[in-house]
T-cell receptor, first 113, second 113 residues
Framework: NAGVTQTPKFQVLKTGQSMTLQCAQD?????MYWYRQDPGMGLRLIYY???????DKGEVPNGYNVSRLNKREFSLRLESAAPSQTSVYFC????????????FGEGSWLTVV | KQEVTQIPAALSVPEGENLVLNCSFT??????LQWFRQDPGKGLTSLLL?????REQTSGRLNASLDKSSGRSTLYIAASQPGDSATYLC????????????FGGGTRLMVKP
């Protein structure tokens, strides 16, 4: 079982560069999420998609865009990377019908220099 | 806005001790509360999920309780082992759109042999 798969695992960007983090889940979940994790701050929600075709802002959406490509895939794009976006990014999915366990990817370590 | 706090931020105990991790939240209108474990450089693994109508959940040496009215949850770990060393995070799912989870900052646990 693959679960939630994120790519890339590690990335170094220069300030101003753009990149897309990819996420895919094979559990047929409706809802998908992008979080960032910074030291001592827990996880903060960037964007989420309650179902295919919908996306909404979370707590810290500035500087990011998302695309819910289909039910499986939810990508996060940094249009012009800034050092403040250096963080660990986690994608997650949940079955909205049962509202039970949330599954996380392994994380993507992003450094912006 | 929901806020989740975990105390202590870090904890070091000798092997074999029973220990309690604390989680508090400000808005009692929740669907559920979930405890996660995170190992260094890894994603989050769900340990226990407590629905708002439940008082506690148990899995092996772990017991999580929920007092929704007071906005508190505890994770009890019995007979701690070095393999329990990790960061433990709690998250609450609020009664809002998208099944958003709000995370605490985590408790970093070290169990010394």
């Amino acid at each position: 079982n693959a679960g939630v798969t994120q790519t890339p695992k590690f990335q170094v960007l220069k300030t101003g560069q753009s990149m897309t983090l990819q996420c895919a889940q094979d559990m047929n979940h409706n809802s998908m999420y992008w979080y960032r994790q910074d030291p001592g701050m827990g996880l903060r929600l960037i964007y989420y998609s309650a179902s295919e075709g919908t996306t909404d802002k979370g707590e810290v959406p500035n500087g990011y865009n998302v695309s819910r490509l289909n039910k499986r895939e939810f990508s996060l794009r940094l249009e012009s990377a800034a050092p403040s976006q250096t963080s660990v990014y986690f994608c997650a999915s949940i079955d909205r019908v049962t509202g039970n366990t949330i599954y996380f990817g392994e994380g993507s370590w992003l450094t912006v220099v | 806005k929901q806020e989740v706090t975990q105390i202590p931020a870090a904890l070091s105990v000798p092997e074999g001790e029973n220990l309690v991790l604390n989680c508090s939240f400000t808005d009692s209108a929740i669907y559920n509360l979930q405890w996660f474990r995170q190992d260094p450089g890894k994603g989050l693994t769900s340990l226990l999920l407590i629905q708002s109508s439940q008082r506690e959940q148990t899995s092996g040496r772990l017991n999580a309780s929920l007092d929704k009215s007071s906005g508190r949850s505890t994770l009890y770990i019995a007979a701690s082992q070095p393999g329990d060393s990790a960061t433990y995070l709690c998250a609450v799912r609020g009664r809002n759109a998208g099944n958003m989870l709000t995370f605490g900052g985590g408790t970093r646990l070290m169990v010394k042999p």
